[in-house]
Antibody, heavy 120, light 105 residues
Framework: QVQLQESGPGVVKPSQTLSLTCGVS??????????WSWIRQPPGKGLEWIGY???????HYNPSLKSRVTMSVDTSNNHFSLTVNSVTAADTAVYYC????????????WGNGTSVTVSS | SYEVTQPLAVSVALGQTATIACEGA??????VHWYQQRPGQAPVLIIY???KRPSGIPERFSGSNSGNTAALTISGVQVADEAKYYC????????FGGGTQVTVL
């Protein structure tokens, strides 16, 4: 089973761009018929699905975030990425990467999560 | 947009049975998935497609889905089961319930 590990800056200034990467180990993204997802969790709150990307670059985003979110896949470095533009304090959260390995509609492998704080 | 609702908290005596509801309009027409999240940890998938358990998930976790209510049942609750539980459906995007905190008495 693949393992996932998020990485990125712990703090981002308001109005700037948040960029996160999820490293995939255990197999090559190119070989895997998975949907690579991002989910976030604000402090003390529930889970919010951000979107997914397929290895071919096909994406599907949460409509509530679509205007500010971009996902990409880097098969040569075996990772996938998330950027969120024009961040505000409401984007402060633990960000999880995950994969849907069997079916598209649920996440069965999760990274450990990385905390991002939006603050000046 | 589709919404699912969970109770904020459920308390259960050690060794007894806990049931967590996940309510949504005609939810029986959707596949419901359940995640367990312990404090400071990532969620773990414990039930998918209403009733299926991933490899390694104890048999005391089971699911059901009928009418407007899906449910997660934990039989013979253990201290290790104290956690927050989220239901999730797909409605053009993943939709999560607000989560239910299970406390073991």
């Amino acid at each position: 089973q693949v393992q996932l590990q998020e990485s990125g800056p712990g703090v981002v200034k308001p109005s700037q761009t948040l960029s996160l990467t999820c490293g995939v180990s255990g197999d090559s993204i190119s070989n895997l018929d998975y949907y690579w997802s991002w989910i976030r969790q604000p402090p003390g709150k529930g889970l919010e699905w951000i979107g997914y990307i397929y290895r071919t670059g096909i994406t599907h985003y949460n409509p509530s975030l679509k205007s500010r979110v971009t996902m990409s896949v880097d098969t040569s470095n075996n990772h996938f990425s998330l950027t969120v533009n024009s961040v505000t304090a409401a984007d402060t959260a633990v960000y999880y990467c995950g994969s849907a390995t069997a079916d598209i509609d649920y996440v069965d492998v999760w990274g450990n999560g990385t905390s991002v704080t939006v603050s000046s | 947009s589709y919404e699912v609702t969970q109770p904020l908290a459920v308390s259960v005596a050690l060794g007894q049975t806990a049931t967590i509801a996940c309510e949504g309009a005609n939810i029986e027409r959707k596949n419901v998935h359940w995640y367990q999240q312990r404090p400071g940890q990532a969620p773990v998938l414990i039930i998918y497609r209403d009733i299926k358990r991933p490899s390694g998930i104890p048999e005391r976790f089971s699911g059901s889905n009928s009418g407007n209510t899906a449910a997660l049942t934990i039989s013979g609750v253990q201290v290790a089961d104290e956690a927050k539980y989220y239901c999730q459906v797909w409605d053009s995007r993943a939709v999560f319930g607000g989560g239910t905190q299970v406390t073991v008495l």
